[in-house]
């Protein structure tokens, strides 16, 4: 029997199935994490448990090493003798479509909407979102997220339907656990395959196959310093962070379904995490110096790609996901509905890798444990500078998750982490900061994941950045960068035509919008200053409605002077 997610008389909370879904090269490396991990298998002993891998891209090139690790891990499980039926692995590998092909599916757009919605208006003025002139990409390469969007939305409409089929199957695999599950969709904010597909995808998945069931976990990771120029500050990343904002900020979700409907309610009901791979990036570059300089650029990106993910999916599968589940709590996204005050404009979750030290890179196995001690501090007192964040956030609530070899003293690096969290990123005494210590495999790397909730997209430095970028791009260029509502007329981050104000340009000068003011969308109007406002105000919204208890304390207060009045009387 299913246990519930959270046992509120007893704080014991069920251990959980943990699924993962990956679009583009960078949820494929996420994939690949969530596989290596020996706590996946581990969970898969229990003949109550299910596991879910789902991979998605344009082409195969960037699939293999997620394919053999599923291959790989089919064997351990059954060197283990536990059935493989309880894993369920996919890797769909869309082509390329022709330029024939792609604008056919394009035409067909309002047919594949009537699929989803019987009461869809069949708007007259309907053109292709992608112009006929655009030159299609080889695999591999870039695609803008406009394109990708409609290569995800032929496959999963048109044809065999191989997108739709793998979700079925990725959901009945779900189904057939006895124990609570969790979702993870994993994706690169700056990629236009990832950030493209996933507005798409994670609607179908949570609001359409799963109904809203179960958390499903947005895992965006930004670029660091070291990413092509492609993505690093690119336009692409502007208007994804715009588009899930307006999923997960319950006053902007409101102001979209308002007018599309509730299919367009947020899908990401277990939340949403943005991964900063800056500190571990600037670790290991800070002294690698040596080989070829493409050779080592490629070997230091794949590094830092896969630490990043590897850290991730630890954090996910440890403590059979209770973890992921409680450190969502705080940002109101697994609590219940009665505990729960929305964090509206500041929603996101930041998940910060912080890698302070890299085998061979400043210190070396066998030098004095000193120096390692003082490389720790350095890196510890670095996390601000790389974090990814303006200056002057705070926060209400942080966890720091510390992994270390046990010849370290975890409690000295603990108590400097508390010293610099308190001094950076609490708001006042009445924060919560969590601090646990972890033993890691490898005795020459030691990390941290630093979490802070209550962030706000206009808190990140690479919004204003891509936002630069975006306004330097012609209308039919920021038309390519946009996904999340294009095929039903609003391009988000462009100001209505007819409504003053609002957000959400129509593509094709009708009278299509959001009720999104558009100077909060850009971030011309910034949000409240910090979390803890925004739950003052929405509890203040709640006592409003407290009614007096008969017999309570105002109650006997009354009757108690009433009876001194009597008794002055007589």
Same mark, same amino acid.
């Given at each position: 029997?299913?246990?519930?997610?959270?046992?509120?008389?007893?704080?014991?909370?069920?251990?959980?199935?943990?699924?993962?879904?990956?679009?583009?090269?960078?949820?494929?490396?996420?994939?690949?994490?969530?596989?290596?991990?020996?706590?996946?298998?581990?969970?898969?002993?229990?003949?109550?448990?299910?596991?879910?891998?789902?991979?998605?891209?344009?082409?195969?090139?960037?699939?293999?090493?997620?394919?053999?690790?599923?291959?790989?891990?089919?064997?351990?499980?059954?060197?283990?003798?536990?059935?493989?039926?309880?894993?369920?692995?996919?890797?769909?590998?869309?082509?390329?479509?022709?330029?024939?092909?792609?604008?056919?599916g394009m035409n067909r757009t309002r047919e594949?909407?009537?699929?989803?919605?019987?009461?869809?208006?069949?708007?007259?003025?309907?053109?292709?979102?992608?112009?006929?002139?655009?030159?299609?990409?080889?695999?591999?390469?870039?695609?803008?997220?406009?394109? !990708?969007?409609?290569?995800?939305?032929?496959?999963?409409?048109?044809?065999?339907?191989?997108?739709?089929?793998?979700?079925?199957?990725?959901?009945?695999?779900?189904? %057939?656990?006895?124990?609570?599950?969790?979702?993870?969709?994993?994706?690169?904010?700056?990629?236009?395959?990832?950030?493209?597909?996933?507005?798409?995808?994670?609607?179908?998945?949570?609001?359409?196959?799963?109904?809203?069931?179960?958390?499903?976990?947005?895992?965006?990771?930004?670029?660091?310093?070291?990413?092509?120029?492609?993505?690093?500050?690119?336009?692409?990343?502007?208007?994804?962070?715009n588009e899930i904002d307006c999923m997960i900020?319950?006053?902007?979700? !409101?102001?979209?379904?308002?007018?599309?409907?509730?299919?367009?309610?947020?899908?990401?009901?277990?939340?949403?995490?943005?991964?900063?791979?800056?500190?571990?990036?600037?670790?290991? @570059?800070?002294? @690698?110096?040596?080989?070829?300089?493409?050779?080592?650029?490629?070997?230091?990106?794949?590094?830092?790609?896969?630490?990043?993910? *590897?850290?991730?999916?630890?954090?996910?599968?440890?403590?059979?996901?209770?973890?992921?589940?409680?450190?969502?709590?705080?940002?109101?996204?697994?609590?219940?509905?009665?505990?729960?005050?929305?964090?509206?404009?500041?929603?996101?979750?930041?998940?910060?890798?912080? %890698?302070?030290?890299?085998?061979?890179?400043?210190?070396?196995?066998?030098? !004095?444990?000193?120096?390692?001690?003082?490389?720790?501090?350095?890196?510890?007192?670095?996390?601000?500078?790389?974090?990814?964040?303006?200056?002057?956030?705070?926060?209400?609530?942080?966890?720091?998750?510390?992994?270390?070899?046990?010849?370290?003293?975890?409690?000295?690096?603990?108590?400097?982490?508390?010293?610099?969290?308190?001094?950076?990123?609490?708001?006042? *005494?009445?924060?919560?900061?969590?601090?646990?210590?972890?033993?890691?495999?490898?005795?020459?790397?030691?990390?941290?994941?630093?979490?802070?909730?209550?962030?706000?997209?206009?808190?990140?430095?690479?919004?204003?950045?891509?936002?630069?970028?975006?306004?330097?791009?012609?209308?039919?260029? %920021?038309?390519?960068?946009?996904?999340?509502?294009?095929?039903?007329?609003?391009?988000?981050?462009?100001?209505?035509?007819?409504?003053?104000?609002?957000?959400?340009?129509?593509?094709?000068?009708?009278?299509?919008?959001?009720?999104?003011?558009?100077?909060?969308?850009?971030?011309?109007?910034?949000?409240?200053?910090?979390?803890?406002?925004?739950?003052?105000?929405?509890?203040?919204?709640? @006592?409003?409605?407290?009614?007096?208890?008969?017999g309570g304390a105002a109650e006997k207060k009354? !009757?108690?002077?009433?009876?001194?009045?009597?008794?002055?009387?007589?």
């Open positions: 029997m299913t246990a519930s997610l959270y046992h509120s008389s007893t704080g014991t909370q069920a251990p959980h199935c943990m699924h993962v879904v990956g679009v583009g090269r960078t949820g494929a490396a996420y994939v690949e994490a969530l596989l290596r991990t020996g706590e996946i298998e581990d969970h898969l002993a229990d003949p109550r448990a299910t596991f879910a891998a789902l991979v998605i891209d344009i082409g195969e090139q960037d699939m293999g090493l997620a394919q053999d690790y599923a291959s790989a891990f089919v064997k351990r499980l059954e060197s283990r003798g536990i059935p493989t039926d309880r894993f369920s692995f996919q890797s769909v590998a869309l082509p390329v479509p022709s330029k024939e092909e792609f604008f056919e594949f909407l009537k699929l989803e919605y019987p009461r869809y208006y069949w708007n007259p003025n309907f053109e292709s979102y992608v112009p006929k002139s655009y030159v299609m990409p080889k695999a591999g390469e870039h695609f803008p997220r406009a394109v !990708a969007k409609g290569i995800y939305a032929n496959a999963y409409y048109a044809g065999d339907r191989p997108i739709d089929a793998a979700l079925r199957t990725f959901t009945a695999q779900i189904e %057939k656990a006895g124990l609570p599950s969790m979702v993870t969709v994993c994706f690169s904010l700056a990629g236009g395959t990832g950030s493209g597909m996933v507005v798409d995808l994670a609607r179908h998945l949570s609001n359409v196959k799963l109904g809203r069931r179960i958390p499903v976990i947005g895992v965006g990771q930004l670029p660091h310093t070291g990413d092509p120029d492609t993505y690093r500050d690119a336009p692409q990343l502007y208007t994804a962070l900020d319950d006053d902007k979700n !409101a102001g979209v379904i308002t007018v599309w409907g509730d299919l367009y309610r947020n899908p990401f009901t277990g939340g949403f995490f943005v991964v900063n791979p800056e500190q571990s990036w600037q670790r290991l @570059t800070a002294y @690698t110096t040596t080989g070829e300089p493409d050779v080592r650029q490629f070997f230091k990106e794949t590094v830092t790609n896969r630490f990043v993910a *590897d850290s991730f999916m630890r954090f996910v599968v440890s403590d059979n996901g209770r973890n992921l589940f409680r450190v969502m709590r705080p940002a109101g996204m697994t609590g219940a509905p009665h505990e729960t005050v929305p964090s509206k404009s500041r929603s996101w979750t930041l998940f910060d890798v912080a %890698k302070l030290t890299h085998p061979g890179v400043q210190v070396l196995p066998g030098e !004095a444990p000193s120096k390692w001690e003082a490389v720790v501090e350095q890196w510890t007192h670095f996390i601000p500078k790389f974090d990814g964040l303006k200056e002057g956030f705070k926060t209400d609530f942080a966890e720091v998750l510390i992994y270390g070899s046990r010849n370290m003293d975890m409690g000295k690096i603990a108590a400097d982490f508390r010293g610099m969290m308190g001094k950076e990123y609490l708001l006042d *005494d009445e924060s919560t900061l969590q601090v646990s210590t972890h033993e890691f495999f490898d005795a020459l790397t030691s990390y941290a994941n630093v979490i802070l909730a209550g962030v706000a997209k206009t808190d990140l430095e690479a919004f204003w950045a891509s936002q630069k970028t975006y306004e330097t791009l012609s209308w039919e260029e %920021k038309l390519n960068e946009h996904a999340w509502l294009i095929d039903i007329g609003p391009m988000l981050s462009e100001p209505a035509i007819r409504f003053e104000g609002m957000a959400g340009e129509c593509i094709w000068g009708c009278a299509c919008w959001v009720v999104v003011p558009y100077d909060e969308l850009r971030g011309d109007k910034l949000p409240p200053p910090n979390r803890k406002v925004i739950l003052e105000e929405g509890i203040a919204a709640m @006592t409003k409605t407290v009614v007096s208890t008969p009354k !009757a108690n002077k009433k009876d001194v009045g009597e008794l002055v009387n007589a």
